[in-house]
């Protein structure tokens, strides 16, 4: 069992920044692929960034590419979504999900996640 927990969102105007941060409990945290997704009101949840269990191999969407950066620590069991000039149009709530098969690779599809957290607001004002 695998329990994620997101922190860092809240409100901000464009062009602020925020930091995501995603814990997660065990001590096989470093085996695993992570991933951000989010879910805007009346979407459907998308794919934001994912990040393969070294950390060296990461996936960023096109929507995000150049303002979002995904990172982890894994002695720490964290990782991190620092996110730049925010937009109105990546408000939505944020996850954030473990893909528990060992050393992987990362994709987006995230029907290929185990786990995930409850998710943390992000609100961006015009």
């Known amino acids: 069992q695998v329990q994620l927990v997101e922190s860092g969102g809240g409100l901000v105007q464009a062009g602020g920044s925020l930091r995501l941060s995603c814990s997660s409990s065990g001590r096989t945290f470093s085996r695993y692929a992570m991933g951000w997704f989010r879910q805007a009101p009346g979407k459907e949840r998308e794919f934001v960034a994912t990040?393969?269990?070294?950390?060296?191999?990461?996936k960023i969407a096109d929507s995000v590419k150049g303002r979002f950066t995904i990172s982890r620590d894994n002695a720490k069991n964290f990782m991190y979504l620092q996110m730049n000039s925010l937009k109105p149009e990546d408000t939505a709530v944020y996850y954030c999900a473990a893909r528990t098969a060992p050393y992987t690779l990362a994709p987006p599809e995230e029907v290929l996640y185990d786990y995930w957290g409850q998710g943390t607001q992000v609100t961006v004002s015009s």
């Open positions: 990040i393969d269990w070294s950390g060296v191999n990461t």
